[in-house]
């Protein structure tokens, strides 16, 4: 899958964006941290900035940062799954590829 980085109207420059049939298919954001949330994830600048992307793009979206991978699903108010990169498996690398590439991750 193709990757690129290019202005989305109205919503700003996303680390990548994952392409497949010439559309993209996912959004990720990649942080040195993640504000973690006070009273809900749209507290949190980081979420909010790459559920706007996703909301434009009507894509799912990857939140990474230096600890943690975050995945997005559309419309959704927090991350659907949270993974510490230092203890990923193979097993979460697969539900993040899934994620990305539309596949079912249940």
Known sequence: LPIYQAKVDG???PDFIVDRDDAPVAVVETKLGIS?????????????QVRRYMDT???????????QVLLVDPGATAPS?????????????????RHITGASTR
Request: charged share 30%; net charge negative; hydrophobic share 40%.
């Open 11 to 13: 919503a700003g420059v």
């Open 36 to 48: 973690e949330p006070r009273t809900s994830w749209a507290d949190s600048r980081e979420f909010s």
């Open 57 to 67: 793009l009507t894509v799912p979206g990857v939140l990474i940062d230096s600890g």
């Open 81 to 97: 799954r949270s993974f510490d990169r230092v203890a990923m498996s193979a097993d979460d690398l697969e539900v993040v590829r």
